[in-house]
């Protein structure tokens, strides 16, 4: 039996847990096993910049954390190595794209097991989805030159009209 001191320090972990996760946009639960310290190490510093929180937990810890937040479903792949990405950032997909090209790059020593976003629980396919989908910018960018591209358009309909009327300004009868 732990002591008293102990447990209410896991309950006190299990309760901040809990709340950041169920605080948080999204995040990736991955199989950290057969990594190298340098690799963790840029891992880290990469999601760290990204906005994005990274811990190593205990499988026990996180299913207690998880109980009640509507993400249960995630029980099934606590097993083994576990560490958890929380993004609350601005970037919903950052811990998804991070933690999939570093997948990708270690060939099968990393492997995202389960993720959520925004209360949905996602599994394997869905996050590797979400991580090739675009960042915040470069949506914004392929809306602007959606917008500059229309706008050009029109601009070049209304060149060649006027050129087809004489430049006449006034309406045709």
Same mark, same amino acid.
């Given at each position: 039996?732990?002591?008293?001191?102990?447990?209410?320090?896991?309950?006190?972990?299990?309760?901040?847990?809990?709340?950041?996760?169920?605080?948080? *946009?999204?995040? %990736?639960? #991955?199989?950290?096993?057969?990594?190298? %310290?340098?690799?963790?190490?840029?891992?880290?510093?990469?999601?760290?910049?990204?906005? *994005?929180?990274?811990? #190593? *937990?205990?499988?026990?810890?996180?299913?207690?954390?998880?109980?009640?937040?509507?993400?249960?479903?995630?029980?099934? #792949?606590?097993?083994?190595?576990?560490?958890?990405?929380?993004?609350?950032?601005?970037?919903?997909?950052?811990?998804?794209?991070?933690?999939?090209? /570093?997948?990708?790059?270690?060939?099968?020593?990393?492997?995202?097991? %389960?993720?959520?976003?925004?209360?949905?629980?996602?599994?394997?396919?869905? %996050?590797?989805?979400?991580?090739?989908?675009?960042?915040?910018?470069?949506?914004?960018?392929? /809306?602007?030159?959606?917008?500059?591209?229309?706008?050009?358009?029109?601009? #070049?309909?209304?060149?060649?009209?006027?050129?087809?009327?004489?430049?006449?300004?006034?309406?045709?009868?």
């Amino acid at each position: 039996m732990p002591s008293e001191k102990i447990l209410s320090e896991k309950q006190a972990y299990v309760a901040a847990l809990k709340d950041k996760i169920s605080n948080s *946009v999204s995040g %990736v639960i #991955v199989d950290y096993k057969g990594i190298t %310290v340098a690799d963790d190490t840029k891992l880290r510093r990469d999601l760290r910049e990204a906005g *994005v929180e990274y811990a #190593v *937990v205990k499988n026990t810890m996180l299913k207690l954390a998880i109980d009640g937040t509507g993400l249960e479903e995630m029980e099934k #792949v606590l097993e083994g190595t576990t560490a958890i990405a929380i993004g609350s950032g601005e970037d919903a997909m950052a811990p998804a794209r991070i933690l999939c090209k /570093f997948a990708e790059a270690s060939k099968d020593k990393f492997q995202v097991k %389960v993720g959520y976003m925004e209360g949905k629980v996602m599994d394997k396919a869905e %996050v590797e989805a979400i991580a090739k989908l675009p960042g915040r910018e470069g949506m914004l960018s392929m /809306f602007a030159g959606a917008l500059t591209s229309t706008l050009s358009g029109l601009a #070049v309909a209304m060149q060649a009209y006027a050129d087809k009327t004489g430049g006449s300004e006034e309406p045709a009868a």
